[in-house]
């Protein structure tokens, strides 16, 4: 079930069969290997697991990660008093994270 576009907060929101779990699915879409942008603050990342795809027009790439994963490998920066926080494409665009949908679904607890 997808939400509304530009909608803050969780993307799409997935149940299993029986209606009785599901899990909140961030995504994150760009037209190149650029760094994400996650806003003034890391407490608002929330979610289950998130989805950065790049590449979107042409060849998407899909990596899938964890939210505590997304918190710790986030690069802050300072300009002119304002803080801003981006996961760098070298933090994403790994092994580790690339079509990695196995992720999804096997009780991953946040931290």
């Given amino acids: 079930m997808p939400t509304a576009r530009n909608a803050r907060g969780i993307d799409i929101i997935a149940y299993?069969?029986?209606g009785t779990e599901f899990i909140g699915v961030q995504v994150k879409a760009l037209t190149k290997r650029n760094p994400v942008p996650l806003g003034n603050s890391l407490e608002?990342?929330?979610g289950d697991f998130w989805l950065i795809i790049?590449?979107?027009s042409k060849e998407p790439n899909v990596?899938?990660?964890y939210p505590d994963e997304i918190k710790n490998l986030a690069?802050?920066?300072e300009k002119?008093?304002?803080i801003s926080y981006w996961l760098q494409p070298n933090m994403y665009d790994t092994v580790e994270f690339k079509n990695a949908w196995h992720r999804i679904g096997h009780g991953h607890e946040q931290t």
Avoid: A, G, Q, T
Wanted: proline share 0%.
């Fill in 75 to 77: 690069h802050m920066s």
């Fill in 16 to 18: 299993n069969k029986s």
């Fill in 54 to 56: 790049n590449n979107v």
């Fill in 63 to 65: 990596f899938v990660m």
């Fill in 80 to 82: 002119n008093d304002v």
């Fill in 44 to 46: 608002k990342i929330m």
